[in-house]
């Protein structure tokens, strides 16, 4: 039976739940940092690596990760960054999870692109039987990279195939055309890597139709702006291309209002396959376990709610069907025996 913290509101901590949008570059807990800046105090820690709960834009947000990123330019910083968050994903109880980040933004310090993954790689397979967290790699490309970055990033998602499980484009999706990317992209269809792809989150509808069309990613990232245009919702429901939705994130960056204007539960009712997740745990100031209070409080979200986004996003996972199928079957059994 699970606490109930009071009247409505369920212990979410101890409930298993699949994250599948989790930035490993802006996830860094405050001791992680603290570790690779010495010095560094707590009051810093929120100045520099926290984005306000209301930026001016995504490119404002952007600013946070940008300092983390720095700090991210070594082996044993990225083995360091690795094993911090595989650790709060299970103390949020996360049973599964894919964890992206950019591999061309961490070669400051000298390491080649191969050596950055390969790092990330060896950290993840060691942290995740300590943590009882199934978990796999997104690489990202960047809005602002060329066509030579993004295949380059490709690249490395084909030669670490496995552990690495996608691709992803991120960044300022206003700023920057999609153009240098379609090759990419079309490529990774080609190999079978699947996509995914930040839109619809600092532009709207009309940027995340044209991702959709041109980058062919089976699912999107955020697409909070989807219901700008009802008949790309209709499109969208009726392919079940599931959004990555972020909702803390989302207001964060201005994509939504208040959290309670969050499209989420409208586009739950209609139909829509959708998920909850925190994008960067650090620069959101947020856990899984605090969006889906927050959802329940201004929703009134309850078992079924969440128990049907966490079936969406692992049924939308790139893991094998042995493991959709397990961690469905985990999250059924654990979700229904909830007592209210
Ligand atoms: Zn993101």
Redesign the pocket.
């Known amino acids: 039976m699970q606490t109930i913290l009071m009247p409505g509101v369920m212990d979410f901590n101890s409930l298993p739940k699949v994250e599948l949008?989790l930035?490993l570059d802006c996830s860094l807990s405050y001791p992680a940092a603290a570790r690779l800046r010495p010095g560094l105090s707590l009051e810093q820690y929120r100045r520099d690596f926290v984005a306000p709960a209301r930026c001016q834009s995504l490119a404002h947000y952007l600013e946070a990760p940008r300092r983390m990123v720095a700090l991210l330019q070594s082996p044993a910083a990225l083995t360091l960054a690795v094993e911090d968050v595989l650790a709060q994903l299970a103390q949020d109880r996360v049973i599964y999870a894919e964890l992206r980040f950019a591999p061309l933004l961490h070669l400051e310090g000298g390491m080649s692109p191969e050596m950055v993954v390969g790092t990330v790689v060896e950290a993840l397979q060691s942290a995740t039987p300590r943590n009882g967290v199934e978990a796999r790699l997104l690489l990202c490309t960047l809005r602002h990279f060329s066509a030579e970055q993004s295949l380059a990033t490709l690249r490395l998602a084909q030669q670490f195939h496995g552990p690495v499980a996608g691709l992803d484009i991120?960044g300022d999706e206003a700023g920057f055309s999609l153009d240098p990317h379609v090759e990419a992209f079309v490529e990774a269809a080609r190999l079978g890597i699947p996509a995914t792809a930040?839109a619809g989150e600092a532009a709207g509808a009309a940027s995340l139709r044209e991702t959709w069309r041109r980058l062919r990613p089976r699912r999107i990232?955020h697409g909070v702006r989807c219901e700008e245009d009802t008949a790309l919702v209709e499109e969208l429901n009726a392919a079940q291309l599931h959004l990555e939705m972020c909702p803390t994130s989302n207001v964060q960056t201005r994509a939504c209002g208040e959290f309670a204007d969050h499209p989420l539960p409208r586009l739950l009712a209609a139909g829509l396959s959708v998920g909850i997740n925190t994008?960067g745990r650090a620069i959101s100031d947020t856990e899984l376990h605090r969006e889906y209070t927050q959802l329940c409080r201004h929703f009134g979200w309850g078992v079924r709610e969440f128990l049907a986004c966490n079936l969406h996003a692992i049924h939308a996972s790139f893991a094998p069907a042995r493991v959709k199928q397990s961690v469905a079957a985990r999250l059924r059994a654990a979700w229904t025996a909830v007592q209210l």
């Open positions: 949008h930035h991120a930040h990232g994008d």
